[in-house]
């Protein structure tokens, strides 16, 4: 019998590369994972482009889809704390944010363990790993299933903005990937918190994320800002995260040529709202879906109105503000 690649599976059941994250559709993303190939999975925040972070050359064509600068690192997701214990190194600090938030929304970057599974590649070869454990159940069932690192950056052309369904990831990247398992909307439907826990070093909030920094502050105490002599993500990119209208911030009015994103009560009826009911948590979970539907009708400019910047709020503004910035593209 000819054992057929689950692209030509995929070919002859449809011309969609969204599959349904069945026993048989995670068997599909397993034997392309093992095979080098791309595939679209779903986490709690964003959808992933997903590939063996042991294999070079899968994670090189993580880059190159992505259009990705090779300094940029990649995450390294992994199933358990145990899996995450194989590829770095966690002092007491690291341990008790595992304990708080894993499996969930935050990535710790941490010294990489001396025997970890990663390549050179995914680490863009530095001493520190980020890893993360996702609780969605599909990107466990899968992570289980692998039992090794997947290497998996927002599923998005480099600088644009994050998928939060399989098909915005089918649209976008359906060339470079395999398949894309769909798991449904993403619920945090922003990106991780990025915390480094590094020897003889204050915790360092590298991103803010769908973990509130009161959240994790609790745990560690206060988290230090970044160094911004050198850029360790990509999301500390001035211009990141960026749709193709350009954006207005702490919009009051509407002005020609642009649509409004609301927020909260103060909000025209009958505008996009991220949160009528002034929820950040809410607003995180709408603010990529929000801006593409608004990109989608060809407005010039997207004007947003103000949003508080506690909680959830400092992810929200901090896309916000590089989704605002000038442009290099
Ligand atoms: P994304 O591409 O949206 O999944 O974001 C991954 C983020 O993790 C990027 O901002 C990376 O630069 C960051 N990251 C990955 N590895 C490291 C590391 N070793 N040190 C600092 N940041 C990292
Ligand atoms: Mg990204």
Known sequence: ?????????????????????????????????????????????????????????????????????????????????????????MDERGEALAAAFWPGPLTLVLPTAPHSHTCELARAG?????????SHPVAQALLTLMNCPLAAPSANPSGQLSPTSANEVATELGDAIELVLDGGRCSSGIESSIVAILPNCAATLLRP????????????????????????????????????????????????????????????????????????????????QALRELDALGTQTIAVMRIPSFGLGEAINDRLRRAAAPRSR
């Open 126 to 134: 530095l001493g520190t790993l980020a890893v993360r454990v996702p």
């Open 209 to 288: 994320g769908a973990i509130a920094r009161e959240a994790i502050e609790a745990i560690v105490g206060p988290l230090a800002a970044p160094e911004n002599n050198t850029i360790t993500a990509p999301g500390q990119l001035q211009s990141h995260y960026a749709p193709r209208a350009s954006v207005r911030l702490n919009a009051e009015q509407v002005g020609p040529g642009e649509i409004l994103l609301g927020f909260g009560a103060r909000a025209p009826s009958g505008a996009r709202n991220l949160s009528v009911a002034g929820d950040l948590t809410e607003a995180a979970a709408n603010l990529y």
């Open 1 to 89: 019998m000819v054992i057929k690649s689950s692209a030509v599976h995929r070919r002859e059941m449809s011309d969609s590369p969204v599959i349904t994250p069945d026993a048989s559709g995670i068997g599909l993303a397993v034997a392309a994972l093992q095979r080098g190939a791309l595939v679209g999975i779903p986490t709690e925040t964003v959808y992933g482009l997903a590939a063996d972070a042991r294999n070079p050359s899968a994670v090189a064509a993580i880059y190159a889809a992505k259009g990705r600068p090779h300094f940029n690192p990649l995450i390294a997701h992994v199933a358990s704390i145990a899996m995450a214990r194989c590829e770095v190194m």
